[in-house]
């Protein structure tokens, strides 16, 4: 299904028709982690993904083309893994919609050859970075904890993380409530551009992040049917988060410009925690002070 117009065409036909901003808006934010990576030897992920989390992601990248109007493509920054995937789902994307439908810029060919192999994404599409979607620092240490507590597969090792605040910052690293407020300050972000979107809107945010970092919102934010927030254990939600696999939070703006935000993960939908998101933000915003006055 092919777009005739690009986004920001869109925006401006819009603009001149007078519509308004912020309501009958659709934003499907979606945190996904990259796709297969290759392996260091002691065990951790390496800067690059497998023929087979390529094909994925190219997968991906064609489905999405049946569902979403417009496509935005966000990766980590600090390493290649996350965007390697975002380039070939926002790739396939395009071949599929057509190049209107990709909000990401494409890269000349001069900026292609300037970048240099494995500086950038593979293909012609600028991934957009945030830091906010890099690697958990120093996690390779936690992992060793928690083999040693008896953790025997990735699920067991995430839960240790987020069980055990005061030896992740024994570790040097984040707590999982932090990372969780690094993904939740993410989250706000597509809900503000939800709000200066022109009405009758339909977008797609893919944020190609990395493991355990999903998993840390979910715990702090999901609400359950029965009004529990969060979850006493990954196993209760399926277990931590597959190579490729994202979580869709679906924005929506009413014909009032009411917002609503719901979790859709796994063929079943949760709620969100509007306050927990908040209190999250706070945290961002005092962890963002910290680093300034180092």
């Not at 002691?42 to 064609?62: C, L, P, R, V, Y």
């Not at 599409?125 to 507590?149: C, H, W």
């Not at 254990?233 to 924005?251: C, H, R, S, T």
């Amino acid at each position: 299904m092919f777009r005739e117009k690009s986004f920001s065409e869109a925006h401006r036909e819009a603009k001149d028709a007078g519509r308004e901003k912020g309501k009958n808006v659709s934003v499907q934010f979606v945190l996904r982690r990259h796709e297969n990576p290759g392996k260091l030897p002691d065990g951790m992920s390496a800067d690059f993904i497998t023929e087979q989390g390529i094909a994925n992601a190219q997968k991906t990248g064609g489905d999405l083309a049946d569902e979403a109007t417009y496509l935005m493509v966000t990766g980590s920054k600090r390493v290649k893994r996350g965007r390697e995937t975002g380039g070939h789902i926002a790739g396939s994307f395009r071949d599929e919609a057509g190049a209107a439908a990709l909000v990401n810029k494409e890269m000349s060919a001069e900026a292609q050859e300037k970048a240099g192999h494995g500086k950038m994404p593979p293909g012609d599409v600028v991934i957009y970075r945030s830091g906010d979607l890099d690697p958990v620092k120093n996690f390779a240490t936690v992992m060793k904890q928690s083999k040693e507590a008896g953790a025997k597969d990735v699920t067991e090792v995430i839960q240790f993380w987020i069980d055990n605040p005061d030896k992740a910052k024994a570790a040097g690293t984040l707590t999982s409530e932090e990372v969780a407020a690094e993904l939740a300050h993410r989250l706000s972000i597509g809900v503000k551009m939800s709000d200066r979107l022109y009405e009758d809107t339909d977008l797609r945010i893919e944020n190609l992040t990395h493991g355990p970092k999903p998993d840390a919102l979910l715990s702090e934010i999901m609400l359950q049917k029965d009004g529990t927030r969060g979850f006493e254990k990954l196993e209760e939600i399926g277990g931590a988060f597959n190579a490729g696999e994202g979580v869709v939070f679906d924005i929506n703006r009413d014909s009032d410009g009411e917002v609503s935000l719901k979790i859709k993960f796994r063929g079943e939908e949760y709620g969100v925690d509007m306050n927990r998101l908040d209190e999250l933000q706070d945290l961002y915003r005092k962890m963002q002070e910290e680093k300034r006055k180092k």
